[in-house]
C-alpha cells in the first residue's frame, strides 16, 4: 500500500506538486520553529493552499488514469481544481484580513449634522456629525446659498472644501 503511494506521489504529474509541497511543508515549520511574522498573511496561505490542493488533485488523477495516459491533461486538471478549490477557500480569509479604510473627512459627506454654534453662515459655524462607529465630531460648516441656520437645526453636509476645512452644508427641512 505505501509503495503504491509512493509510486504515485513520484510519478508524472504529481511529482511536480510533490517537490512544492515539500517547500512548502518547509516553509511551514520554519514558520513554527523560528516563530517568523509577515505581514501579508493571504499570500503564504493561498500558495499552501493552492499546492496541497493541486497535489492532492494530481495524486488523485495519477491513481485513477491509466499509466501514461492523459498524464497532462491530469496535469491540468489538477491546476484548474487547485485554482478554484484555494479561490473558494479563500474568501472568508481575504475578508478576514482586509485592511480597514483609513477614516476621511469625505465620509461626512451625504450625513446629516446638528448645528451647535448660535448661527450657521457662509463664514461661520460648527456642527455636530455623527460618524459609522457611533462616535461624533464637531466640524467647521458654512451655509450655502446665504441661507443660515441656527443652534439645533438639522443641517445636511453636502460638500467638503478642503481648502478652507470645512463642510457645506444646507437646511436639511427646506433643502437650503
Do not use: H
Amino acid at each position: 500500500m505505501m509503495t503504491e503511494f509512493l509510486a504515485a506521489a513520484l510519478a508524472f504529474p504529481t511529482v511536480l506538486f510533490s517537490l512544492l509541497l515539500l517547500i512548502v511543508l518547509a516553509y511551514w515549520l520554519t514558520v513554527a520553529l523560528v516563530g517568523l511574522d509577515f505581514d501579508a498573511p493571504v499570500m503564504p496561505v493561498s500558495i499552501s493552499m493552492f499546492v496541497v490542493i493541486t497535489w492532492f488533485a494530481a495524486l488523485v488523477g495519477t491513481v485513477l488514469t491509466p499509466e501514461g495516459k492523459l498524464r497532462y491533461a491530469v496535469l491540468a486538471g489538477s491546476l484548474l481544481v487547485g485554482a478554484l478549490v484555494t479561490k473558494i477557500l479563500l474568501i472568508p480569509v481575504r475578508n478576514w484580513t482586509k485592511p480597514e479604510k483609513p477614516a476621511s473627512r469625505n465620509d461626512f459627506v451625504g450625513r446629516t449634522a446638528v448645528v451647535r454654534t448660535s448661527r450657521v453662515t457662509e463664514q461661520y459655524g460648527q456642527a455636530e456629525v455623527t460618524a459609522d462607529d457611533g462616535g461624533t465630531a464637531v466640524v467647521q460648516v458654512r451655509a450655502a446659498q446665504s441661507t443660515e441656520l441656527e443652534a439645533g437645526q438639522t443641517a445636511l453636509i453636502f460638500d467638503y472644501d478642503a481648502e478652507g476645512e470645512f463642510f457645506w452644508v444646507v437646511d436639511i427641512t427646506t433643502g437650503g
